[in-house]
């Protein structure tokens, strides 16, 4: 099994502040990777794919980058909307076809 | 557009069943896969089950296998979870998601609004 471990599991930032969160996998996964985001009570929405292809519609601030093991989620510049749970998920095999365990990002 | 409509949560005692079920529309359903997702209170994301888009490929997380089976009828671009046996630990809100390609594993970018299970006696 392919296990994604997410860090920080929560920080807090600023708007205006530039955010990383990071993902590891368990073993090299190639750039099967995606980002989600997520806010209370509502589902899960796709920021990025393929490690760092920006979904449509997702702002530029949103940036992903890495490959194998190693896996970045980079904001910009925090705005009011991001302040959410952010998720990572491998792709590459399944079963299981497994998520990081979130990274909440909220207000300092 | 794409509309993902998922039903048929509720309450259940342990050792119980639900059926699920996720209506598709907006896209050519038999060409996709689909996958059930769900989110215990206050937790993470748990990948549950995908399904290939003809049906023939299944895949169940170990902690529903035997318990859970996933289905589709792509007449009805309708993709159901028949949950038996459930356990305490199965509440959760489930999503349905749609699959980028054919054959899973893939990446979500369609979710339905989610459907919310409780297991209580």
């Known amino acids: 099994d392919v296990q994604m471990t997410q860090s920080p599991s929560s920080l807090s930032a600023s708007v205006g502040d530039r955010v990383t969160i990071t993902c590891r996998a368990s073993q090299d996964i190639g750039k099967s990777l995606a980002w989600y985001q997520q806010k209370p009570g509502k589902p899960p929405k796709l920021l990025l794919s393929?490690?760092?292809r920006l979904n449509t519609g997702v702002p530029s601030r949103f940036s992903g980058s890495g490959s194998g093991t190693d896996f970045t989620l980079t904001i910009s510049s925090l705005q009011p909307e991001d302040f959410a749970t952010y998720y990572c998920?491998?792709?590459?095999?399944?079963?299981?076809?497994?998520f990081g365990q979130g990274t909440k990002v909220d207000i300092k | 557009e794409v509309h993902l409509l998922d039903s048929g949560g509720g309450l259940v005692q342990p050792g119980g069943s639900l059926r699920l079920s996720c209506a598709a529309s907006?896209?050519?359903?038999?060409?996709?896969?689909m996958t059930w997702v769900r989110q215990a209170p206050g937790k993470g994301l748990e990948w549950v089950s995908s399904?290939?888009?003809?049906?023939?490929?299944?895949y169940y997380a170990d902690s529903v296998k035997g318990r859970f089976t996933i289905s589709r009828d792509n007449s009805k671009n309708t993709v159901y979870l028949q949950m038996n046996n459930l356990r305490v630990e199965d509440t959760a809100v489930y999503y349905c998601?749609?699959?980028?390609?054919?054959?899973?594993?893939?990446?979500?970018?369609?979710w339905g609004q989610g459907t919310l299970v409780t297991v209580s006696s």
């Open positions: 998601a749609k699959d980028n390609k054919w054959e899973p594993p893939g990446y979500f970018e369609y």
């Open positions: 998920q491998q792709q590459y095999s399944i079963p299981p076809q497994t």
């Open positions: 399904i290939s888009g003809d049906g023939d490929s299944t």
């Open positions: 393929v490690a760092s």
């Open positions: 907006g896209f050519t359903f038999s060409v996709y896969g």
